[in-house]
């Protein structure tokens, strides 16, 4: 037989359990997170990530703390086209490959495509 005191103990771990699965901000996603190693800074409405590359989030730059007041560079203009080639991430700059994709080249080398 079950005791009323270990009773409650489970039920109070249970519940604990329960509100903190269910804590939305605690499984939040952020832009450039993880491997990417946070934002270095915007282009316009594109996250530029710490790694170089871009963040595929489909959050805008603009709106994210810290771009209003600056901080990120939100006032840099829109990804544009390369003009000679150069397509890096941190220009701003992206190259289309040949079926259509915009991508920009990461610090590492490799290429970082960005959202349609």
Known sequence: ??????RRRWL??????VSLAADPAGAT???CSG???GVAGCRGDTFICNDGSVSASKKSCTGYPGA????LGGSSPQMSPAMAGE???RSGAYCTGP????YCMT???TKSYLRR
């Not at 209003?68 to 901080?71: F, N, T």
């Open 68 to 71: 209003a007041a600056g901080l």
């Open 35 to 37: 491997s990417k190693g």
């Open 12 to 17: 109070w771990i249970l519940l604990a359990t």
């Open 87 to 89: 397509c890096s991430c």
């Open 99 to 102: 079926r259509g994709g915009r």
């Open 1 to 6: 037989m079950v005791s009323t005191g270990s």
């Open 107 to 109: 610090d590492a080398g």
């Open 29 to 31: 996603n952020t832009p």
